[in-house]
């Protein structure tokens, strides 16, 4: 299983980026995805999440400024990020929640982070 994470890049504060995350591989189901980011000097936070049946979950401080999608058919989500802050700024990490047989609960897998920079 891969997750193949992109959309990052240099923006103003205020303004708006876009992130896609695709799953692939020997997939059976996928539970969650979601996103989680770490700054500099930070540890890894929960950015937000969205359950396969569309239930969303954000951190207090993405709420109302970042919205998540999915396309289950298509195995990817995305993260609408508008009215970026310079506290934004981190390392965005996709994540995913897979079941790779019938009977798996699940397991956690990650993609390679791709960096997000606000500028003040």
């Known amino acids: 299983v891969q997750l193949q994470a992109s959309g990052g890049g240099l923006v103003q504060a205020g303004g708006s980026l876009r992130l896609s995350c695709a799953a692939s591989g020997s997939i059976v189901s996928i539970h969650s995805m979601g996103w989680y980011r770490q700054a500099p000097g930070k540890q890894r936070e929960l950015v937000t999440t969205?359950?396969?049946?569309?239930?969303?979950n954000y951190a207090d401080s993405v709420k109302g400024r970042f919205t998540i999608s999915r396309d289950s058919a298509k195995n990817t989500v995305w993260l609408l990020m508008d009215g970026l802050k310079p506290e934004d700024t981190a390392v965005y990490y996709c994540n995913a929640h897979i079941a790779i047989t019938l009977f798996d609960t699940g397991t956690d897998y990650w993609g390679k982070g791709t960096l997000v920079t606000v500028s003040s």
């Open positions: 969205i359950t396969r049946g569309g239930r969303t």
